[in-house]
């Protein structure tokens, strides 16, 4: 009965530690870096609309900078996240025309577009392992 006890709690033990290091790496949350231009970008023309403490329920539902940077969303999910960010900004989506007739200081400049989804690119390709 001992050793019945022991062999289960053994073989338990042993899967419990390959589960969680296998589950480790699939949700691993870390990487996302923002280096202080790409935060400047961010804070003038989307962290409004796109963070915890928007009251654009739409807006940072769709894409919320805080969840990306804290570690809220999986790897996959953070890599989804900053393909959405490049395809958007390629389409010239964001921010919208009609937030920008209020706040036309909040466009995106074609630099800043730039640097922003070659930062999103970079980010992505590092989550990827590339």
């Known amino acids: ?8 709690t053994s073989m338990a033990a ?20 923002m ?10 023309s989307c962290i409004g609309c ?12 769709k894409m919320n900078f805080d969840n990306l940077l804290n570690g809220k969303y999986s790897k996959g999910k953070q890599i989804a996240k900053l393909n959405s960010i490049v395809k958007t900004l390629s389409k010239g989506k964001m ?12 466009a995106l400049l074609p630099g800043e577009l730039k640097t922003l989804s070659q930062w999103a690119k ?3 390709s590092t989550l990827m392992g590339k």
Request: net charge positive; aromatic share 6%.
């Open 50 to 61: 796109h963070s915890d403490k928007s009251k654009n329920t739409k807006g940072k539902t």
């Open 95 to 106: 921010p919208p025309p009609k937030f920008l007739k209020k706040h036309p200081e909040r």
């Open 14 to 33: 042993v899967l419990f530690v390959l589960g969680g290091a296998f589950t480790a790496k699939d949700n691993s949350t870390a990487g996302i870096e």
């Open 122 to 124: 970079n980010e992505m």
């Open 35 to 44: 280096p202080e231009d790409i935060g400047k970008i961010i804070k003038k």
């Open 1 to 8: 009965m001992k050793r019945t006890f022991l062999v289960i």
